[in-house]
């Protein structure tokens, strides 16, 4: 059976891995698969898509909704960061954070092992396994560790994780080293995982393209030269296989909206009262939550919404019933118990930054010509996807729609395993080496609209999925606000 190992760059798109920015990544992918037509979930921020690349399974099935939201079944009105400790709490009071099995709860039941290294947020690196220490795997983060006294051990040896600096490359770098000279030497996971929190720090604070972005890049390249190194040092490189890939894509913020005055200027109250909405901002998307998950309320937030200047495309929950103008969550994967009521997509546009990167965006937060992302923006609903190793054809580029859900089933088919049952992504077969002669496969295109009659206006939307067997992918959605 071949290893595993998973190195993602957070924020990575393709555009920039090339020979100047990322001379190791770029030399490596030549020898792999390319998939140049890969995606995120919606909305494109990094802790859904970290549980949906680690349970195959779409928001709405995995049960976490964004960066940010409410957990009803805990606190009906407070939008919370999905981050730990808080996320332990959640768990204890309310039950498992993700409703659907993780890769590291179904290696664990075939005596298998999956450890992971995260230099981004602690909420990021709780989702990967939140039973690490109760199944054979481990998480380790600067805050914590599962099992939690897996971290005496990592700080005696080891020291003290560096503290947090833009570049972030010294954490990087320690991540690197545990990746390297303990979990692939001591532990041997069969799975094994690095998260590179570059570029996306980097690109959130200076803008995409910018000169300290493009130097964060490069010296997460340099971290990734070392793994390699370090893969053959041990002589299993040529055994192993390797997923590179990044989480979400990137825009430049064109305008910062502050959601919650501008909700009570139009006369929305707080959300634990009567009448109220509760706001949970996303970057480029913000979920709402109506009081009661009244449709009325709903119905009537929506309308405000889409007369402003930087709505861009709305998809609502099934329990408050079909509104005109929005289109249902399902469309997008992200029906389930703890779908929002309302969930928006910023307006976007392909317009290039003054680095020379196409996107911009509205964002609830940030500043103008920095980067965020969270929006149905193609620019954002696109990242990259690499693989190499003895499972994979050589120099190969597929552009057959795939995703960040597709990774978990495509590992277990790997490992000779069966997906859970809650998985939706697919296996990537025609990735595969003993695939030889299967180079294509069959996709289509479905397109979802809706508009809603404003008086003067006319809202429309408009949202585009792909779809590979029964596997959907999010590919944009836009909107326009015109007159009838």
């Known amino acids: 059976m071949n290893p595993i190992l998973i190195t993602v760059f957070d924020g990575l798109q393709s555009a920039q891995v090339t020979h100047e920015l990322m001379p190791n990544l770029f030399s490596w992918v030549q020898g792999g698969v390319t998939f140049s037509n890969n995606h995120p979930v919606f909305p494109s921020v990094t802790r859904i898509n970290a549980a949906t690349m680690v349970t195959g399974a779409s928001p709405g099935a995995h049960g976490l909704a964004a960066n940010n939201m409410v957990f009803r079944e805990y606190d009906p009105y407070a939008a919370i960061p999905v981050l730990q400790p808080q996320l332990v709490d959640i768990e204890a009071k309310s039950g498992a954070i993700l409703k659907a099995l993780t890769l590291a709860d179904i290696l664990a039941l075939e005596g298998l092992e999956y450890t992971a290294v995260v230099s981004g947020t602690s909420g990021n690196a709780f989702v990967h396994n939140p039973n690490a220490g109760r199944n054979n795997g481990a998480i380790i983060h600067p805050e914590f560790t599962l099992p939690p006294e897996l971290d005496y051990d990592l700080a005696k040896r080891f020291g003290s994780w560096p503290q947090e600096t833009l570049p972030n490359t010294p954490r990087i770098a320690h991540a690197a080293t545990i990746l390297t000279e303990y979990i692939l030497p001591d532990r041997n996971p069969d799975v094994a995982l690095w998260w590179s929190s570059e570029p996306d720090k980097s690109q959130h604070a200076y803008g995409v393209g910018s000169s300290e ?211 939706s992504g697919r296996v990537l077969n025609e990735s595969l080496a003993f695939n030889a002669d299967l180079e294509d496969k069959n996709w289509e295109t479905e397109l979802y609209n809706a508009e809603k009659d404003l008086g003067d206006l006319v809202y429309r939307q408009q949202i585009k999925i792909n779809r590979v067997d029964e596997t959907t992918y999010l590919d944009y959605g836009t909107n326009t606000l015109g007159s009838r």
């Not at 979400?248 to 707080?270: C, M, N, W």
Request: proline fraction near 5%; charge should be negative; aromatic fraction near 8%.
């Open 213 to 423: 972005s493009n130097r964060a890049i490069r010296e997460a390249d340099l971290q990734f030269k070392n793994i390699l190194e370090a893969l053959n040092r041990k002589g299993v490189l040529h055994s192993t296989d390797v997923f590179v890939l990044s989480d979400h894509g990137y825009s430049t913020i064109r305008e910062v909206i502050q959601l919650e005055p501008l909700l009570k200027e139009a006369g929305f109250g707080d959300g634990d009262k009567p009448g109220g909405v509760s706001v949970a901002p996303n970057g480029g998307s913000a979920l709402f939550y109506a009081y009661g998950k009244d449709r009325s309320l709903c119905e009537r937030l929506s309308e405000w919404l889409m007369v402003q200047p930087w709505c861009g495309s709305l998809i609502g929950s099934d329990s408050v019933g079909q509104i005109q103008g929005v289109l249902p969550a399902s469309v997008c994967g992200c029906e389930g118990f703890r779908t929002p009521d309302l969930t928006m997509s910023f307006k976007w546009d392909s317009v290039h930054n003054d680095f020379g990167y196409a996107g911009h965006v509205y964002s609830t937060g940030g500043a103008v010509g920095q980067g965020t992302h969270g929006s149905m923006s193609k620019h954002e609903l696109r990242n990259v996807l690499f693989a190499r190793g003895p499972s994979f054809k050589q120099a190969f580029e597929s552009n057959v729609p795939s995703g960040n859900i597709d990774l978990a089933p495509t590992i277990l088919h790997i490992l000779g395993l069966h997906p859970s049952k809650s998985m």
